[in-house]
């Protein structure tokens, strides 16, 4: 079946630092998602991405945040200054249609800022 | 913030019996439910959605119950097997009313335990 896949499964970097998340939606999806999980609390909704453009994002995606579609099979997220309370379980996730159609999601990058 | 709650952090059944797991929301209006599973270190799993014009969806061993008027879900696995063992998230999003499906409001999670 296919899957959604992200890289690196864990991520260390200091505070300050640049770090961009990499997901590799499944390939005839159309729909694009990053959520994120606080250790010990509930996955977060982050952003939605569709027809090389955001379609919604929510408080939390503030300007240190990006999302990039930089070719046919690659979807990032960019966190231009990391924070200490920016260290969480990333998710990627992707959708064949909008609507309904049940989102797929990756196994997640673990960032620790340190 | 609490628009959807999962009272119960765990859950422990004995395989071949029925697992119930709940989910409340305070939002009415969310027009869309599903339901997730995950595994350590894995991604969270679809498992069964259900629309808010219907109050009960059926796919094999999982039955998805909604309540409007209690703003309750749950979910019923029969029967249970010791592969269930996992969170399971509720989530809800307002499909009709100008989000889309992927904003996905979720609740904390039920950590199900499926004893042999």
């Known amino acids: 079946e296919p899957e959604v896949t992200q890289t690196p499964s864990h991520q260390v970097t200091q505070m300050g630092q640049e770090v961009i998340l990499r997901c590799v939606p499944i390939s005839n999806h159309l729909y694009f998602y990053w959520y994120r999980q606080i250790l010990g609390q509930k996955v977060e909704f982050l952003v939605s991405f569709y027809n090389n453009e955001i379609s919604e994002k929510s408080e939390i995606f503030d300007d240190q945040f990006s999302v990039e579609r930089p070719d046919g099979s690659n979807f990032t997220l960019k966190i231009r200054s990391t924070k200490l309370e920016d260290s969480a379980m990333y998710f990627c996730?992707?959708?064949?249609?909008?609507?309904?159609?049940?989102?797929?999601f990756g196994n997640g990058t673990r960032l620790t800022v340190t | 913030d609490q628009q959807v709650k999962q009272n119960s952090p765990s859950l422990s059944v004995q395989e071949g019996r029925i697992s119930i797991l709940n989910c409340d929301y305070t939002?009415?209006?969310?027009?869309?439910f599903l339901w997730y599973k995950k595994y350590p270190a894995e991604g969270p799993t679809f498992l069964i959605s259900?629309?808010?014009?219907?109050d009960k969806n059926e796919d094999g061993r999982f039955t998805v119950f909604l309540n409007k008027s209690a703003k309750h879900l749950s979910l019923h696995i029969v029967p249970s097997q010791p592969g269930d063992s996992a969170v399971y998230f509720c989530a809800a999003s307002f499909l009709n009313y100008g989000g889309s499906q992927g904003n996905l409001i979720f609740g904390k999670g039920t950590k199900l335990s499926v004893k042999p």
């Open positions: 996730a992707s959708s064949a249609t909008g609507g309904s159609s049940p989102l797929h």
């Open positions: 259900i629309s808010s014009i219907k």
């Open positions: 939002n009415s209006m969310f027009d869309y």
